[in-house]
């Protein structure tokens, strides 16, 4: 528009201001994007410590995400995927006393893997087919499920899993703790269509992590973006949006105001009210340990969880089994995740502690690299699922997970739709 400086300021350089910068610059607008940190990535960044990577926080990218398949280069990524399955810590057989590892494992991928799964005392039959029962919906009709949900047709995931019968030490010792790390709750409030749809994304797909961490994926979309023609200036925060009848003011901290046609907002629920005045979701947190052992407590890379609930770990993993590149040659990474709450934070010996009991080492020696507390590690997602409106108010629009879903394919899905809803309220003349 004549006056502006650009058509569009993007605020926040996460996958959703990312994705949202793409469409609009292939679509032949000046897209400016704005970030305040040094690098971009938002949430998913990744530090070199002590020759380490070092992902701020455990994370794990799918490729079966949707998003991920049509807008990301996972083979350009270089993922190494994590072993499917979970190993479990558990009270050992009445009257034997301690604790044994058990391994469950995904039996199309893992055959061998059969005999000791049958073996861990934690798949019943009757078990099993609640479990099967809870999953189904998501497996056969996807759509007319997340439909439903949109509709008001959903439930915590916890009522769920009462009302389909899981009631069994497959529930309590493995679902449970794998998937309250997953979605960073431990009540399992979480919208019950939102984790059925993560479960056929685990079933469908092989998480992993790629060669150069985490970040290597938002800074692969940020080439993209800036290949279609989108500006990103870094160290550069805004601290005010202000709509106006034709147009909006952006202040950007050691910056002129500048001024464009529309402007979305793409940042994390701690900052979107000071932004645009939209109510932020609640948010949960995580806390993750990063251990530098001097040999490794495992052979595998398998993700493993603590089925007896005996502190505040929820999932631990070697990484450099799985991911090799997220340590030098001839050295251990060891991962421990705990939920981080306003009054739960957990002390260092007793993550030790716990730690040495689910791997059955002692881990009162291992070097600490570093501990990343994320307190708005996730957005909160309470049923029913429904994707948020992405427009404010005329000119000004919001992106990000919390107005999708709380996972990197919600993320990118909401700044893709962020982006199409501008480009239409464009193409009708409203801006």
């Known amino acids: 528009m004549p006056g502006a400086d650009h058509d569009v300021i993007v605020v926040g350089a996460g996958l959703a201001g990312l994705r949202a910068a793409t469409v609009l610059a292939e679509a032949g607008l000046d897209v400016l994007v704005l970030d305040a940190s040094d690098a971009v990535g938002g949430r998913q960044r990744t530090d070199r410590v002590d020759g380490f990577l070092l992902d701020r926080g455990f994370q794990v990218l799918n490729p079966a995400y949707p998003s991920v398949r049509r807008w990301a280069d996972a083979t350009a990524l270089r993922l190494q995927a994590f072993p499917v399955g979970v190993r479990v810590r558990r009270d050992s057989a009445a009257g034997v006393g301690g604790s044994t590892l058990v391994t469950l494992a995904d039996p199309r991928r893992h055959p061998l893997s059969i005999g000791e799964t049958l073996r861990s005392g934690l798949v019943r039959p009757a078990d099993v087919i609640a479990l099967a029962r809870w999953a189904a919906p998501a497996l056969l009709a996807p759509t007319r499920l997340r439909r439903r949900a949109a509709a008001g047709h959903d439930t915590s995931a916890r009522q769920s899993w009462d009302s389909a019968g899981l009631r069994g030490p497959l529930r309590t010792e493995v679902v449970e703790p794998f998937l309250s790390g997953v979605l960073a709750d431990a009540r399992f409030d979480t919208s019950n269509a939102f984790t059925r749809w993560l479960v056929r994304m685990f079933l469908l797909g092989t998480p992993g992590l790629p060669a150069e961490g985490i970040q290597a994926l938002p800074e692969q979309l940020a080439r993209k973006a800036r290949a279609a023609g989108a500006e990103i200036r870094l160290g550069h925060r805004v601290d005010r949006v202000r709509p106006a009848s034709d147009h909006v003011e952006v202040d950007a901290a050691g910056a002129d105001v500048m001024r464009a046609a529309a402007v979305i907002v793409a940042v994390g629920p701690e900052r979107l009210t000071a932004l645009t005045g939209v109510d932020a979701p609640p948010t949960r947190g995580l806390q993750t340990w990063w251990f530098a052992p001097e040999a490794a407590p495992a ?57 040495g009991e689910i791997w059955g080492t002692d881990a009162t020696r291992w070097p600490l690299l570093r501990r990343d507390d994320i307190h708005h590690a996730l957005p909160a997602q309470h049923p029913p699922l429904r994707a948020e409106p992405t427009r404010v108010v005329d000119r000004l629009y919001v992106a990000g997970d919390h107005r999708q879903s709380p996972s990197i394919d919600g993320a990118l899905v909401s700044g893709d739709r962020a982006a199409r809803v501008l480009l239409a309220d464009r193409a009708a003349g409203g801006l």
């Open 299 to 355: 052979a595998s890379g398998m993700i493993a969880v603590d089925g007896r609930r005996s502190g505040p770990i929820v999932n631990t993993a070697v990484i450099s089994h799985a991911a090799p590149s997220y340590a030098p040659a001839g050295r251990h990474l060891v991962q421990a995740t705990c939920l981080l709450g306003p009054q739960v934070l957990a002390g260092e010996v007793e993550v030790r502690r716990q730690l």
